[in-house]
């Protein structure tokens, strides 16, 4: 079964420092791999994507997110962060064919100091 | 740009009652989902719609709920008897260009 681990459920960054977010997935054979953003009381925006090709992929909003096989990670990177990307941020594994359900993590609160 | 729209956006309801939730996915959209978020929790898959039937489910989705197309439009969450423990945020999803779009969500309240 498909799983994604986000081993820290609370980040505070400082506006203007980088930022990454951790996500660890388990599925068994080439993963299709998310990261959404979340505003309270919003819906889920989509960040990016990865479902293969180069490794390191763009998103929205200037984020970044590098794929390793050998360490079944998709870390979230945002090399300065703004007081307006404060949110709650999900990773996401699909996989068994591009449509398939997403696994969620259990999601990374940031806050942003100014 | 298109978006899945979901209806209501808030919703209350007596336990015992059902409730229906309405999503209008992306037109040209094939695939459907459900998922449900408990407030605080993480993000959980209920249900997966293609081609008028349902393509997989969890085991959250049991014999009280249903999913329906009335037409070519409308995608339909049912809980023919709602608990407190349905209390949650319903987001509808449809798939396209590689990725699941989301709706923004019905809140629903069980009292």
């Known amino acids: 079964a498909q799983s994604v681990t986000q081993p820290d459920i609370h980040i505070t960054v400082s506006e203007g420092a980088s930022l990454e977010l951790r996500c660890n997935y388990s599925y068994g054979a080439t993963p299709y791999l998310f990261w959404y953003v979340q505003s309270p009381g919003q819906g889920l925006q989509l960040l990016l994507k990865y479902f293969s090709g180069d490794t390191l992929v763009q998103g929205i909003k200037g984020f970044e997110a590098e794929f390793k096989r050998s360490q079944s990670s998709f870390n979230l990177r945002k090399p300065s962060v703004h007081w307006s990307d404060a949110a709650e941020y999900f990773c996401a594994v699909g996989g068994g064919g591009t449509a398939s359900k997403l696994t969620f993590g259990t999601g990374t609160r940031l806050q942003v100091t100014l | ?111």
């Open chain 2, 1 to 111: 740009e298109p978006e899945v729209t979901q209806t209501p956006s808030h919703q209350v309801t007596q336990m015992g009652q059902e409730v229906i939730l309405r999503c209008v996915p992306i037109s040209n959209h094939l695939y459907f989902y459900w998922y449900r978020q408990i407030l605080g929790q993480k993000v959980e898959f209920l249900v997966s719609f293609y081609n008028n039937e349902i393509s997989e489910k969890s085991e959250i989705f049991d014999d009280q709920f249903s999913v329906e197309r009335p037409d070519g439009s409308n995608f339909t969450l049912k809980i023919r008897s709602t608990k407190l423990e349905d209390s949650a945020m319903y987001f509808c999803a449809s798939w396209g260009k590689e990725t699941q779009y989301f709706g923004p969500g019905t809140r629903l309240l069980v009292l």
